[in-house]
């Protein structure tokens, strides 16, 4: 069973108000049967008239259970042709359809609309089409001349009413069948009215539905925006404030290991070994805290500049371990970008060198370079691992990475996002265990 990935805010409320909806045809469903029922105007027993309403009240506890859930179309589907059968039996055994209440098939229709894609929701229109006009054929439910006219309980007025017109003068006859058939082309006009109406109901909503969701989706994308340039700030803060702490005592131990380096005259005893790793890691914690301090802060600071695309491809290709695997595809005419290049570079930088990490050391990295007239992109394409869905999902988190020690510290990709948002593009990843993985970042020229 096909399941959508998720449940949106206008889904769930759609969701929420359909329940309650057939709570509401419940209750009145059953007001309405025990009152035709005791006037005596319905053609069957009562069985008929309860046993939907049964399935009705079991389907809407069972729905209820999946509230703020995941529900697929096809459940939903089922529930809405399950509502458009239990309309007609009860339309059928009460007139028919000359009964008023025919008029709640557009309920099905508007619902439909509401939450279900399109080729779904003209299959539940449909059902609900094809159940107005089974009651045209339905027997028991029209008086035998397509009027939907109820038999239970009119057997006398029906028998009188047969006398009267054997014992009409021919105009009066003529008079009469002009009714009947006045009466029988009003309620085929009906049946063709609520086609048209259904269609027109179905398209005007799913305009509307369509254009919700795309405002929800934008408002989602500047709330993640803004909540990455938060993190971003946090992140660059907290790298100011760590260079600062850290920037001396470092600066004083990098000073005692050079010196103690220095006095050591035997370089290749223990203690000259222990030394040099000293020496090494405090570089490293050094170079950390400068790396973060770029990754972070470049973007805030750093005015847009004008830059050729093949020189930007090449000093991001020269930022990376080995630029040697790096394959380009370039455009064909020179383009020029507005942005902030030091930024810019890094970021594209960091995408090759995922490319490479994830690679194997002989393998290569395809980075394709597409030119629109409102947008450049850079597809950086490699032939690693690839990455499972959960990482997937956490890839763009500040210091997350799936890299060995000493090899990064997770704020490329959060850092690339960061400049697409900053930039009004897209970074857009792929990526599926073992099949290597394709970065997209897309900038407006």
């Known amino acids: 069973m096909e399941e959508r990935p998720e449940v949106s805010a206008i889904e769930a409320l759609a969701l929420r108000r359909l329940i309650a909806l057939r709570w509401w045809a419940v209750l009145l469903g059953g007001v309405g049967g025990a009152v035709a029922w005791w006037m005596d105007v319905v053609s069957a027993g009562p069985v008929v008239l309860w046993v939907p309403l049964s ?7 069972a ?176 790298a100011a404030g760590a260079a600062h702490e850290l920037g001396s005592p470092l600066g004083t131990l990098k000073l005692i290991s050079s010196e103690l380096i220095g006095m050591v005259d035997q370089p290749t005893d223990r203690f000259c070994k222990e030394v040099r790793l000293l020496d090494q890691e405090v570089d490293r914690c050094q170079n950390i805290l400068s790396q973060m301090g770029i990754e972070a802060g470049q973007l805030h600071g750093e005015p ?76 950086v394409l490699d032939s690693g691992r690839g990455m499972a869905p959960g990482v997937l999902a956490r890839s763009r988190e500040p210091f997350f990475s799936t890299k060995t020690q000493h090899r990064g510290m997770g704020l490329g990709l959060f850092v690339v996002q960061s400049l697409a948002d900053h930039l009004g593009g897209e970074l857009m990843l792929n990526s599926s265990v073992g099949k290597g993985t394709r970065a997209c970042l897309g900038i407006p020229r």
């Open 55 to 61: 399935i009705l009240v079991a389907s809407n506890v």
């Open 63 to 238: 729905l209820s259970r999946w509230v703020g859930a995941q529900v697929s179309e096809t459940v939903l589907v089922g529930v809405l042709v399950l509502d458009a059968a239990v309309l007609t039996v009860a339309l059928w055994n009460t007139g028919g359809a000359s009964n008023p209440f025919t008029v709640l098939y557009i309920v099905e229709v508007a619902v439909a609309a509401l939450v279900l894609r399109a080729p779904w929701s003209w299959v539940v229109t449909a059902g609900a089409g094809l159940g107005y006009g089974l009651l045209f054929v339905l027997p028991g439910s029209t008086d035998g001349s397509g009027h939907g006219m109820p038999h239970h309980g009119m057997e006398h007025h029906a028998t009188a009413h047969q006398a009267t017109a054997h014992q009409a003068t021919g105009y009066q006859g003529m008079e009469q069948s002009g009714v009947v058939a006045s009466f029988e082309t009003h309620l085929y006009g009906m049946l063709v009215a609520f086609s048209v109406a259904a269609v027109a109901i179905l398209v005007v909503v799913q305009w509307l539905v369509r254009d919700l969701r795309q405002r929800e989706h934008a408002l989602e994308s500047a709330q993640q925006a803004a909540f990455r340039a938060k993190r971003l700030a946090a992140v660059s803060a907290m």
């Open 304 to 379: 847009p500049g004008r830059i050729q695309v093949s020189d930007l491809v090449g000093r991001a290709m020269a930022g990376t371990t080995d630029g040697t695997r790096v394959v380009p595809t370039l455009p064909e005419e020179g383009v020029e970008l507005r942005i902030p290049v030091q930024a810019m570079v890094r970021a594209l930088t960091n995408l090759l060198q995922n490319g490479l990490d994830a690679s194997g050391s002989e393998q290569e990295v395809a980075l394709q370079v597409e030119v629109d007239p409102d947008r450049v992109r850079f597809v």
